[in-house]
Nanobody, 124 residues
Framework: VQLQASGGGLVQAGGSLRLSCAAS????????MAWFRQAPGKERQFVAAITWSATTHYADSLKGRFTISRDNARKMVYLQMNSLKPEDTAVYYCAARRYDSDFVVKESIDYHYWGQGTEVTVSS
């Protein structure tokens, strides 16, 4: 599967953005999907994941502000980000894992496919 992330941009603190991840090449329903982010000078960080059955998992620090969703028919995964903070500034990546799980999968090494990233900048 190929992944293409989009929707990043510059937003003021307190604002919202919706990121999109378009999948091609395979049925999206066969993949466990996630969003990660990487801030300058920092390691890639887990943001959210969604299972085949649309069960969602979030990084503890982001619960309540971010929402992951999927539309298998459109082969799309979304990340709605609300109440954005300057510390949310990062490049956001969507990722796909071939195997489903009942549990949250937070390690980037466990994902098989990656999009190119979309940059989010939150100004104070």
């Amino acid at each position: 599967v190929q992944l293409q992330a989009s929707g990043g941009g510059l937003v003021q603190a307190g604002g919202s953005l919706r990121l999109s991840c378009a999948a091609s090449g395979s049925a999206l329903s066969s993949y466990y999907m996630a969003w990660f982010r990487q801030a300058p000078g920092k390691e890639r960080q887990f943001v959210a994941a969604i299972t085949w059955s649309a069960t969602t998992h979030y990084a503890d620090s982001l619960k309540g502000r971010f929402t992951i969703s999927r539309d298998n028919a459109r082969k799309m995964v979304y990340l709605q980000m609300n109440s954005l903070k300057p510390e949310d500034t990062a490049v956001y990546y969507c990722a796909a894992r071939r195997y489903d799980s009942d549990f949250v999968v937070k390690e980037s090494i466990d994902y098989h496919y990656w999009g190119q990233g979309t940059e989010v900048t939150v100004s104070s």
